[in-house]
């Protein structure tokens, strides 16, 4: 992948940063809840009136391709808010609509309310992206990073920026689920009769 994608840094963390947010629902969403699947995860808040909305579209195409073959049923898609206090329920709900994200595989989540207002921006933090706060709007500078966390929980890697192809993130993500499926694949009467003799 270092070849085809400028783009891509390969972290291979024995674990991603866990967390426990909720969904627009109030629904309890941890990171572990999809330790079969990849997960594709990024930081984003709605009001952003610069780069959250292109790489929300962008993460919705990549979507779009891997919801159109069999990859489907093992990746999963988190959009998680920076800026809970202005990104309501009714905000988060229409998120999918307004960016094309499919919600049978994609959730969008805030903070609890029993965690401080800050909560999501440290934990983007705890993933190497920093959300800061201007002292004269409401906006936040940061950057755009599209993190992967590999079944089973190991943070895999990050494509960075907006300028990554789609078919390198689409094609990193197969070569996981490809890997988990040879694990996981039942032994053949070959396997079990060439193991015999070794």
């Known amino acids: 992948m270092f070849e085809m994608e400028p783009y891509f840094q390969a972290i291979d963390a024995a674990q991603a940063p866990g967390f426990e947010l909720q969904d627009s629902e109030g629904n309890p969403v941890r990171l572990s809840d ?24 962008k993460i919705a ?12 049923e093992l990746v999963q898609f988190i959009s998680i808010t ?9 905000v988060l709900r229409d998120y999918s609509d307004r960016h094309g994200l499919d919600p049978s595989n994609w959730v ?31 906006m936040m500078m940061h950057g755009a990073v599209t993190h992967v966390v590999d079944i089973g929980g190991r943070f895999a890697a990050k494509f960075h920026g907006m300028d990554f192809k789609n078919v390198n993130l689409i094609l990193y993500v197969s070569e996981l689920t490809n890997n988990v499926q040879h694990r996981r694949r039942e032994p053949s009467w070959w396997d079990r009769l060439t193991g015999v003799f070794q």
């Not at 999809?34 to 579209?57: M, Q, R, W």
């Not at 983007?124 to 409401?138: H, I, N, P, Q, V």
């Open 34 to 57: 999809f330790s079969d699947k990849v997960v594709i995860l990024h930081f984003i808040y709605a009001n952003c009136p610069d780069i959250c909305p292109l790489h929300a579209e």
């Open 61 to 72: 195409a990549v979507q779009a391709s891997i919801n159109d073959g069999p990859m489907k």
């Open 82 to 90: 920076t800026d809970p206090v202005n990104d309501t329920p009714d």
């Open 108 to 138: 969008i989540l805030t903070k609890r309310p029993d965690q401080t207002e800050n909560a999501t921006r440290v934990l983007a933090r705890d993933y190497g992206l920093e959300f800061t706060m201007t002292a004269d709007s409401d």
